[in-house]
């Protein structure tokens, strides 16, 4: 069967060599497997009962990337905003070639967000979030549709928490010559490494990156991710030690060495949606191992 439905999730597979599993609530990716090898992190402590957003997996950040303070219109919602932790629409299969790939949607409105949510926000808005597996890739894409009468600004951002043997070994290759938003140098500078590698906490935004970025893991590569360029930016994350203890739901606190995240999104700037336009975004993830 390629697609299986309970109340709370949905898991796609194709035969026994690939499958997804994705979390109404948040729309959240929190499996995906490529002949049974796990490819995606999954904190061992991740509260999956619709309570809080998911510590794994490919959490959806809407309609705000963390926590602006020069931003009215969003100031009052939720780090990452409310997409994540609201329960979806599952709208069925949209697309499937037996054997080689299945499509699925998920669909968020006002109506699916809580009281509070829109008292945050306030404005009309309509997602739709397709999901595509195959044999070795992954492909998420975001329509976002303004249905008010009025414009408003959004962020976007695929949360990807990859899973990895050891971040010691961990290089992102693609960002060179890119400006990065340094948030624990606090500081802003040009990428100046072909390598992007780990020795301690990494919290970076990568701006108007242009280039695909690969995850290699002792010089080869597991993971190439391709994007669409609405997708302009990469936020490249590692909590590192001190973080990884100051967040109850990352366990075991050691499980740092075995994630990174690299997230394609549009954060860096504000993307303005006039009344009836519609935006659209997308990733694949390809797995090379
Ligand atoms: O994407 C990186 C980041 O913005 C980090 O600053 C860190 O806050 C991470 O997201 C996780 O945020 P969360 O709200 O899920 O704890």
């Known amino acids: 069967m390629s697609i ?3 109340d709370t999730e949905v898991t796609l597979s194709i035969g026994d060599k690939a499958s997804l599993t994705v979390l109404l609530y948040g729309a959240t990716v929190t499996s995906w497997k490529k002949s049974s090898q796990e490819q995606l992190f999954l904190s061992q402590g991740a509260i999956l009962n619709g309570t809080k957003a998911v510590r794994g997996g490919i959490p959806l ?10 931003h009215e ?7 990452h905003g409310f997409a994540r932790t609201s329960t979806w629409q599952f709208l069925g299969k949209t697309n499937e070639v037996p054997g080689e790939k299945i499509s ?14 829109k008292s945050q926000w306030g404005f009309d808005f309509t997602l739709v979030y397709t999901v595509t597996l195959t044999l070795d890739s992954l492909t998420t894409s975001l329509n976002v549709e303004n249905t008010d009468s009025r414009p408003w ?3 976007v951002l695929f949360h990807t928490y990859f899973k ?3 971040i010691d070994d961990v290089a992102v290759t693609g960002l ?5 938003a340094d948030k624990v140098l606090k500081s802003s500078y040009v990428e100046q490494t072909e390598k992007v590698t780990f020795n301690g906490e990494v919290d970076r935004v990568y701006a108007s990156a242009t280039q695909p970025v690969s995850i290699e893991s ?13 997708l302009k930016d990469v936020v490249v994350w590692n909590p590192w030690t001190e973080k990884a203890e100051g967040m109850a739901d990352f366990q075991p606190k050691s499980a740092f060495h075995q994630m990174v995240c690299v997230e394609c999104g549009s954060v860096a700037e504000w993307n303005k949606l006039n009344p009836g336009s519609q935006w659209t975004g997308f990733q694949t993830i390809k797995s090379l191992l």
Not at 61 to 70: A, W
Not at 73 to 79: F, G, H, I, V
Not at 104 to 117: H, K, N, T, Y
């Open 153 to 155: 600004d959004f962020n």
């Open 4 to 6: 299986q439905q309970t």
């Open 73 to 79: 219109a969003t100031s009052k919602l939720p780090q």
């Open 61 to 70: 950040v809407f309609p705000v990337f963390g926590k602006p303070t020069d």
């Open 104 to 117: 699925v949607q998920f669909g968020l409105g006002p109506e699916d967000i809580s009281d509070e949510a």
């Open 218 to 230: 002792k010089g080869t590569p597991v993971f190439h991710i391709e994007r669409s360029a609405e």
């Open 164 to 166: 990895i043997p050891e």
């Open 176 to 180: 060179t010559a890119v400006r990065v």
